[in-house]
């Protein structure tokens, strides 16, 4: 079990006060747990030239047929991957997690500054 997570319920959940965005879980092994999780995935993401620990706080519902996931590397540094093409993005602007999350509640991906990395 990762560091990043708590029991909530008896469910294993991403360690985040911030309830998920809609069409978003944040029950760890839905969005990979341990298998997801790992130094293969955090060699991956320093191969993109990005340091710190990398965090997992939600992932898309498999009933969207999406496979994105939201983390933050380092501090308040909040990246999207998208699992299916494995692009990356990072969000601009300084957003808090609760701004994000209420940005795709309202917007989707649409209402966010985001950079291709």
């Known amino acids: ?3 990043y997570t708590k029991v909530v319920d008896g469910v294993v959940v991403t360690d985040t006060d911030v309830p998920p965005p809609r069409d978003w879980t944040n029950v760890y092994d839905e969005i990979g747990g341990d298998m997801r999780w790992n130094e293969d995935f955090d060699e991956m993401v320093k191969e993109r030239g990005l340091y710190g620990n990398v965090k997992p ?5 498999s009933y969207t047929g999406e ?3 939201l983390m933050e590397v380092g501090d308040q540094s909040f990246f999207f991957w998208n699992a299916l093409d ?7 602007g300084g957003m808090s997690l609760e ?5 795709l509640d309202e917007q989707g991906m649409n209402g966010l ?3 291709e990395i």
Request: hydrophobic share 40%; with cysteine.
């Open 1 to 3: 079990m990762s560091n």
């Open 57 to 61: 706080l939600y992932g898309s519902c």
């Open 67 to 69: 496979a994105l996931y």
């Open 86 to 92: 494995d692009s990356m993005y990072r969000v601009n």
């Open 99 to 103: 701004k994000i999350v209420a940005s």
């Open 113 to 115: 500054d985001l950079e």
